[in-house]
């Protein structure tokens, strides 16, 4: 059972998502948060397995709740899934850099919405398509990574380099195998010990690190989903 804890301001939303969720045979609701703040307490509380996250909440808005949740040990197996109705490239950026595993448009239908949460809960990333675009953008507008590449990816294999490279071009675990004629338990293993070595909590991180890091750029295909 995936346990879920809905953090938005308004009411007439959180009801209709506590509704879908507790629906779903294997999702149910653990709390409701109408501030950033509650959402925090909340999750140290109840310790979901996904918070769905507003991102502009009073008192304390949705990224900043969602650092505050990811850096505490005691939500270490927390997933944070930001909902929100804007797709602004700032809320993009934060709210990865703060941690969350996904990102997704309050209008995504209520199927693709449950799949998001199944994904998030297993440990995996996902970015809504209408925004992918605009993630790839960001990165382009940055200046080049002051901290020089071999520093950032110390440890990690020429292999390994290149399967990050394919992961955060949204490569699945089943294409990264027929990509690189591996296996997929091999791939899987590639992808654990970057997730260890790069210290990050899943996939949605391991994007972040090789735009970072300049391993990848904004040139080709950006990420649809992160799975």
Known sequence: MIRVL??????????????????????????EAGT???AV???GRHRPDV???DVRMPEMDGIDATRR???DPATAGTRVLILTTFDLDEYVYGALRAGASGFLLKDTPPAELLAGIRVVAAG????????????????ARRPEPARPLPRRLNGVTEREREVLALVARGLS???LAAHLSLSLATVKTHVGRLLTKLAVRDRAQLVIVAYETGLVGPS????????
């Open 51 to 53: 918070v769905l996250m």
């Open 6 to 31: 809905i953090a938005d301001d308004q009411a007439l939303l959180r009801g209709s998502f506590r509704l879908l969720v507790d629906l779903t045979p294997d999702c149910t609701t653990v709390g």
């Open 69 to 71: 949740i990811c850096a």
């Open 173 to 175: 675990n089943a294409e």
């Open 36 to 38: 950033g703040v509650e």
């Open 220 to 227: 080709g295909p950006g990420p649809v989903d992160l799975r």
């Open 41 to 43: 307490a909340l999750a």
């Open 124 to 139: 995996e990333g996902l970015l809504a398509p209408t925004v992918t675009r605009r993630l790839i953008d960001e990165f």
